[in-house]
């Protein structure tokens, strides 16, 4: 009798743990450089974020681990997610060069982008449906992407900024 009594236990226990969370499984994503035009090597780490519907992508957070590019593919597998079965949840992955090893996720990664010092880049953002039980769903499709460098202002975009500067300064104000 206590056996039983503790077999619906840690059934019930695991099962209301089970409520909070599902799991979205994604295929293998291309990441491409953006200078070479190939695929993009093993230094490149991939990061997936995530949060709720309708989310703004600026609200998305980390779901796993930097991950190392395996042949060119940011490959999560079936990932865990701290989503309700069946919501609809919002996807991205977000990538970076880290050859230097200086970047150890994103958020660290992201200034360095910006400021065009390393190569970076982000996937659209896709919907996916929270998925659970022993049969997994279909595999979420997020497309390839390309990680760039932001570049600097060009010599022309300063060349005319310069013109814009002069010819205001040139302009006398009317009394």
Not at 26 to 40: E, F
Not at 75 to 95: C, K, M, N, W, Y
Request: glycine letters at 14%.
């Amino acid at each position: 009798m206590n056996k039983i009594h503790l077999t619906l236990l840690i059934t019930a226990l695991t099962g209301a743990s089970a409520l909070g969370q599902g799991a979205v499984p994604l295929a293998p994503v291309p990441v491409t450089n953006g200078l070479t035009g190939m695929l993009a090597g093993p230094q490149v780490m991939a990061e997936l974020f995530g949060g709720p519907f309708g989310a703004p992508e600026g609200s998305l957070t980390q779901l796993v681990s930097p991950i190392a590019l395996s042949g060119g593919y940011a490959s999560f597998g079936s990932v865990t997610v701290p989503f309700a079965l069946g919501s609809t949840i919002e996807l991205q992955i977000r990538a970076w060069d880290d050859a230097s090893g200086l970047y150890a996720n994103w958020s660290q990664a992201q200034p360095a982008w910006l400021a065009g010092a390393i190569l970076g880049g982000e996937s659209q953002i896709v919907d996916a449906l929270v998925q659970g039980g022993t049969e997994p769903g279909p595999q979420i499709i997020v497309p390839g992407f390309t990680i760039t460098q932001i570049p600097e202002p060009s010599a022309a975009a300063l060349g005319f900024l310069a013109l814009c500067l002069w010819q205001a300064r040139r302009v006398k104000p009317r009394l």
